[in-house]
Antibody, heavy 120, light 108 residues
């Protein structure tokens, strides 16, 4: 059974940093691209970032480019999102989502999310 | 990329059909057949319901169907059931991914 478990969220002051993690199990982690998608309270979904299966290619939404860094450790079956320079508008539940094999562009499995709250 | 446009809410009675629209542009929905739809119950993670415009993942009832015409996509739910009440999001992939603002489906 595919499982994605996010962690690392919490309350952070504006300008602060956090590292989110997404622990994966139930599939061969190193062969799938993974993405981060966030959802502000009461708002819709927003794609944040994606990383290729080997970690060699990364992609970011314009709203987070330069502040967020996605990475993965395939030996630990774990995805990371380093978030710097946090802003109030980054307050959201952050989901990691597994994509299907290469050449497909939807999110087939999602974790339960981790909440990031940015407040003084 | 700007968010795709969805109606804020739709409603229907049990057994009826509803259609949720998703309007994009020639730069997203209009380019490829990479439209997907997600169902989200309150406090839960999104669930994939439709991908590649018309395909259903294993386990999704055939009451759910998708279509696309030019720069717009649609999700149709037939034989509405109480458990279908949820938020629904469309998503399109071109260079990156863009979601719609979400539609709240109420089953009357």
């Amino acid at each position: 059974e595919v499982q994605l478990v996010e962690s690392g969220g919490g309350l952070v002051q504006p300008g602060g940093s956090l590292r989110l993690s997404c622990a994966a199990s139930g599939f061969t982690f190193s062969t799938y691209a993974i993405s981060w998608v966030r959802q502000a309270p009461g708002k819709g979904l927003e794609w944040v970032s994606s990383v290729s299966a080997d970690g060699g290619s990364t992609y970011y939404a314009d709203s987070v480019k330069g502040r967020f860094t996605v990475s993965r450790d395939n030996s630990k079956n774990t995805l990371y999102l380093q978030i710097n320079g946090l802003r109030a508008e980054d307050t959201a539940v952050y989901y990691c989502a597994k994509r299907p094999p290469i050449g497909q562009f939807h999110f087939e499995y999602w974790g339960l999310g981790t909440l990031v709250t940015v407040s003084p | 990329q700007s968010a795709l446009t969805q109606p804020r809410s739709v409603s229907g009675s049990p057994g009826q059909s509803v259609t949720i629209s998703c309007t994009g542009t020639s730069s997203d929905i209009g380019i490829y057949n990479y439209v997907s739809w997600y169902q989200q119950h309150p406090g839960k993670a999104p669930k994939l319901m439709i991908y590649d415009v018309t395909k259903r993942p294993s386990g999704v009832p055939d009451r759910f169907s998708g279509s696309k015409s030019d720069n717009a996509a649609s999700l149709t739910i037939s034989g509405l059931q109480a458990d279908d009440e949820a938020d629904y999001y469309c998503c399109s992939h071109a260079a990156t991914w863009v979601f719609g603002g979400g539609t709240k489906l109420t089953v009357l």
